[in-house]
């Protein structure tokens, strides 16, 4: 069962007062630029509690927002401004609208406790706010919201539903349905209550923390790579594996793509031409590549928890701002794998370590990965690493250049062990 969304002359008086407010917000997607804002509908899950979706549009950006309000009577702390004398508030972590939203939610539910809810501070793309009680949960309220199945909801419902047990169990999720650019209604999640991971540690500060004492980070590393495997195998076992006919062709095209997309940003690429183009047509030169299946698309040591001595993958989401069939196309599984062996390097370099001392400890816990991890084409992986950390030399150069060495080094070794 879906919100249907209703539109209102509210609507508007409600974002001109949101409308100095939205862009401060780290999950705001038009940092720095000028955007353009309009209602474009709203659910009224109770009589103080209103979900306001917000089209934010600046270049290439066009999204949808998502954001929950809560008026009450009277000054509050924190109000964004007021409307018609009444306090406006925001609302992903007030009682009243989890209340609301957990009263309208699907799903086998849980027992919490909404008046110590606790919003987790540092969240960039959503919301995430911890729910205490006998059967606690974090609650994901997601800023950006399309039309269509949401994989952060989607895909651990389908894990659950085959036995996979290291995801968090989705306990309630939200959908809805309102007007798209073109005026026609579509459905979509606006969020998902998780069972909550006690005791737990986020994978890349565990990481880190192990590098920063020198201390072998491959045991647990190589378990990591061990889960991933059995999520590969239970994501084929809900999805299937596509038939299409992508060969190692479209992966070696893939990475020469991205190599010129990457020196036309970073001219000091130049030298590393013929390289890239070895591992390009070493990848040309493969038989067959392995079927293509769904894939988690983003994973990284950030995107696990450590709890209870076993390891957790979260956020299937991908990039909220992609489009869904981008975030849902089925890929190599390796690319996964790739993604944590990237996510190693950064942890030796946050950890402290560099020169030999990094170099050795990441060998080590590459090694562990890829040992637990079971296999798998080494030049398909090398050149989805390499591709990997092409975005990653373009990213560093724009944005923090105290890191670009990070994976520069990184390209060193994958084009010239």
């Known amino acids: 069962m879906s919100l249907v969304a209703r539109t209102s002359p509210d609507d508007a008086r409600l974002l001109d007062v949101l409308r100095d407010w939205l862009p401060t917000r780290r999950w705001f997607p038009a940092k720095g630029q000028s955007a353009q804002l309009s209602a ?45 004398g009444r306090s406006v508030v925001d609302g992903s972590d007030r009682p009243e609208f989890l209340a609301a939203w957990l009263a309208a939610a699907e799903g086998p539910g849980a027992d919490v406790d909404v008046s110590a809810a606790r919003a987790i501070s540092g969240e960039q793309s959503n919301t995430s ?26 895909v651990p419902r389908h894990l659950v539903g085959v036995g996979w047990k290291h995801v968090p169990a989705p306990l309630a999720w939200l959908q809805g349905e309102w007007p ?10 606006l969020g998902v209550l998780a069972a909550f991971v006690d005791a737990a540690e986020d994978g890349f500060e565990l990481a880190c923390a ?7 980070f491959a045991s647990l590393a190589a378990d990591l790579g ?16 596509d038939a299409g006919d992508q060969g190692p062709e479209e992966v070696a095209r893939a990475v020469a793509t991205r190599f010129s997309w990457a020196l036309s940003a970073v001219p000091a690429l ?21 079927p293509r299946q769904r894939v988690h698309g983003d994973l990284h040591l950030g995107q696990v928890l450590r709890s209870h001595d076993t390891w957790y993958v979260m956020d299937f989401e991908g990039e909220p701002l992609a489009p869904l069939d981008q975030r849902t196309r089925p890929d190599l599984a390796l690319r996964d794998v790739a993604g944590l062996l990237r996510s190693i390097d950064y942890a030796a370099a946050v950890g402290g370590l560099s020169g030999d001392r990094a170099a050795d400890w990441t060998a080590d816990a590459r090694a562990g990965l890829l040992a637990g991890y079971g296999g798998g084409d080494q030049t ?38």
């Open 270 to 290: 130049a030298p590393f031409a013929d390289d890239v183009a070895a591992v390009v047509d070493e990848v040309r030169s493969l038989p067959a590549a392995p």
């Open 40 to 84: 474009v509908a709203s659910f009224v899950l109770a009589p103080d509690v209103t979900v306001l979706l917000v089209r934010a549009r600046a270049g290439s950006i066009d999204a949808v927002l998502q954001v929950p309000v809560v008026l009450t009577d009277g000054p509050a702390a924190g109000a964004i401004g007021t409307l018609d």
């Open 380 to 417: 398909l992986l090398r050149a989805l690493e390499l591709d990997k950390t092409l975005y990653e030399v373009v990213y560093e150069s724009r944005n923090r250049p105290t890191w670009l060495p990070i994976p520069m080094a990184g390209l060193e070794r994958l084009t010239r062990p």
């Open 210 to 216: 192990y590098a920063g004492r020198g201390e072998s």
């Open 226 to 241: 061990a889960v991933t495997a059995t999520m590969h195998d239970a994501l084929v076992a809900a999805y299937g594996t």
């Open 180 to 189: 798209g650019p073109d005026g026609r209604p579509g459905t979509g999640y």
């Open 129 to 154: 706010v911890i729910l205490p009680g006998a059967r606690p949960g974090i609650l994901k309220v997601l800023r950006a919201v399309a039309h269509g199945e949401n994989p952060d909801v989607d």
